[in-house]
C-alpha cells in the first residue's frame, strides 16, 4: 500500500458481495467481480471523469484460499493489470495504487467468495513513506480528483500511464507528465513541480512552466484536469 493508505476516501462496498458456483474459483471469475465493483462503486467527479475503489479484500473459503494465496503476487500483477486497462477504456481514476488482500473465511463453501472494495489515497513512495512512519505531518495537501495528497518530503510523479505514482485517465495528460517533489529545510518545506516533457505542458496559476515552487492556493492544469494545493483539513 501507498505511503498515503492511511487517508481513506471511505469504504466503498459494504454489501460482502458472495458469488455461488460450482467446483473452485478461478482467476478470471475474480477479475470480472472486480470490474463489476469498479462500476457499481464508481463516483462522478467532472463531466465524464468518474473514481473508483482501488483497495480490494476477497474473501475465500479454505480450500480456495490454500490453493489462490501462494499464487497471490503473480495473479494480482496480471489482475492489476487488467483492471487498470478496464479503468482506462471507461475514463475511471483510481486514487491511488491497487491493491488486492486475500482473506481465509472458513464458513465459505469452496466456489464462493465475497468482495469489498474502498477507495484509498496514495501513491508509492519509499522516501515519503519513510517520512509518514515517522508521523512527520504535512503542511499542505494536493487535491487531484477530490482526494487529498499530504505533500510530505519526496517526490512522486503524476500522468495517465500505468507507471505514474498517481494516475489520471485524462488524454490530455502525458504518461509521466510532471514530478512533485517536496524537500525539508530548517525553514519548514519547500514544493516543486517539474515538467517531465509533457506533450501539453504544466501550468501553476494559468503560466505554463517547466519548474515552479508551489504554495498554498496555487491551482495546477496537467492537460484537462485541475489539481490545487491546499491547507490540510482543520488547519
Known sequence: MGVF?????????????VFRRGGVVEIPEITQRLQKELDTEA?????????????????LSAADYAR??????TMNEEI?????????DRNYSFPGPITIGYEEYPELPTGRFKITSRSVAGVSDPAAASAAARGQRSDLVLEVNGIRHPL????????????????????????????IVVNATNEGRTVHILDNGSRNGVYVNDERVAEAELHEGDRITLGSTQLLVRAPAGR
Open 80 to 88: 492489476a493489470q487488467d483492471l487498470r486497462h478496464y479503468a482506462t
Open 68 to 73: 489462490l494465496f501462494p499464487l497471490s503476487r
Open 5 to 17: 493508505g492511511a487517508i481513506e476516501k471511505g469504504l466503498q462496498s459494504a454489501a460482502d458481495w
Open 152 to 179: 510530505v518530503p519526496g517526490s512522486f510523479t503524476i500522468g495517465r500511464g500505468h507507471d505514474a505514482n498517481v494516475t489520471i485517465s485524462d488524454p490530455g495528460m502525458s504518461r509521466l507528465h510532471a514530478e
Open 43 to 59: 463516483q462522478l467527479l467532472g463531466r465524464d471523469r468518474w473514481i473508483v475503489p482501488n483497495d480490494f479484500r476477497v474473501a
